[in-house]
């Protein structure tokens, strides 16, 4: 049986991209590579586990990190806190699922109660025979580290790995000019995918696929306007720069966020920060997917669309319940978002097939194609980083294309490059 903690057997990944294959079918379908990928992935790295705008003062959210329950909350001072989902008394499961909260984080089953910074406060009945070796103070929630960037939350279950900002590399500078901490949700839904996790994230990463999978897409988001857009940072990514532009136009429909560059207001930023959030980043909105793995098979992907505060205030759309007519949100959003949903079940389809190929077929690792499909060669790194290492203290972030890079069919642009061609110099 493969040890998939030993660098041995990630010989074929370590490779340079010209030379590696992809990964093994077990990793996409054996139960035992799921459990250690649980551990050494989901258990160590920073995982995305929301919106900034679900961890609202009052609410407390319940999401699943590795093989941990973790709740978040803010406490009244506004700071995201994150803990252990147990309780210290006999370790009872504190929430089943995200819920309004009070002052106090009650426990269901004896009702000890606790602080939003976790603090044990209440103890109800405990001391009527005293305990002599008993202090509340030793008693209060476990921590989780917890942080955000722009709109997403993060959560790490270890103490050894770098922080957020190390994690992310240039990913905030790059973004920067989008402002993403003021964008906000105007919908969310979740579906369970019958594949593996990095099946969703590794075809979100190639457009090799575009032509055959998304034959409308193709038409208005041309292969030959992508381009890699990968820095230091525990992530890959592309831009699609200019960002399409003919009669269907429905992710154009939106009007565009203010203050934008020149480069960012003609492209589409798509991004997957390892290991489990995709980011397609247009002018005027954002469609995000969070993959949240169930079994080797299974994951649930949470979608999400977000605006920009510039477009709601402009009377397009607005976020959250209540605030302008429903239906006139609806119209606003419904061709972008119809449009995602269409692509979306376009990659579904393919996706689930491909778990299907590798659970039943088994076939030994293929090539990789150089043109197109370097970020998952970069991705399976990241991969093979975290699972040969039990504590991620010392990671190496990989680094950035370099100016004049080349893969196959030419230089790879460097951002001012992608600038000209945008303005068509
Ligand atoms: S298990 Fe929570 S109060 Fe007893
Ligand atoms: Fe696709």
Request: proline share 6%.
């Amino acid at each position: 049986m493969t040890n998939w903690t030993d660098e041995a057997a990630w010989a074929r990944t370590r490779r340079p991209m010209r030379t590696a294959t992809g990964l093994d079918s077990a990793a996409y379908v054996n139960d035992e590579f799921y459990l250690v990928e649980q551990q050494r992935v989901f258990g160590q790295a920073w995982v995305c586990v929301g919106i900034a705008d679900e961890a609202v003062a009052g609410r407390m959210l319940v999401r699943q990190v590795g093989s941990k329950s973790v709740i978040l909350t803010r406490n009244e001072t506004g700071d995201l806190r994150g803990f252990i989902n147990s309780c210290r008394h006999r370790g009872t499961e504190l929430a089943e699922a995200d819920c309004d909260v009070a002052g106090t984080i009650r426990c269901p089953y004896h009702r000890w109660g606790y602080s939003l910074d976790g603090a044990l406060k209440a103890t109800p009945f405990f001391d009527e025979v005293p305990r002599d070796d008993f202090d509340k103070a030793d008693f209060g929630l476990l921590p989780v580290r917890v942080d955000t960037w722009g709109v997403l939350l993060f959560a790490c279950l270890s103490d050894d790995t770098p922080p957020l900002l190390d994690w992310l590399g240039d990913l905030p500078d790059r973004m920067a000019g989008y402002r993403l901490d003021t964008w906000s949700t105007v919908h969310q839904a979740s579906i369970d995918i019958q594949a593996n996790w990095k099946l969703i994230t590794e075809n979100f990463q190639e457009y090799y696929h575009l032509t055959w999978v998304h034959p409308e897409l193709a038409k208005v988001s041309r292969v030959a306007d992508h381009y890699r857009y990968q820095g230091s940072g525990m992530y890959c990514g592309q831009t699609t720069t200019p960002v399409s532009g003919d009669e269907r136009d429905e992710w154009l429909a939106l009007p565009e966020a203010w203050g934008l560059d020149a480069s960012d207001s003609v492209s589409g930023r798509f991004i997957a920060i390892f290991p489990n959030v995709i980011l397609s980043v247009l002018p005027n909105h954002v469609w995000m997917m969070r993959l949240d793995p169930i079994a080797p098979g299974i994951t649930r992907e949470t979608c999400t669309m977000l605006l920009p505060t510039s477009v709601q205030d402009a009377g397009g759309a607005t976020a959250g319940a209540g605030a302008v007519d429903g239906d006139l949100r609806d119209d606003a959003i419904a061709p972008t978002r119809r449009f995602w949903v269409d692509v979306n079940n376009e990659d579904i389809d393919i996706v689930q097939r491909g778990q299907r190929g590798l659970a039943r077929g088994g076939v030994p690792a293929g090539p990789l194609a150089p043109r197109f499909e370097e970020p998952l060669h970069r991705f399976h790194n990241m991969l093979a980083d975290c699972m040969t290492n039990d504590g991620l203290s010392g990671l190496q972030v990989p680094t950035g294309d370099q100016p004049g890079d080349t893969w196959g069919a030419g230089e790879n642009p460097t951002p001012a490059a992608i600038d000209r061609v945008a303005k068509g110099a």
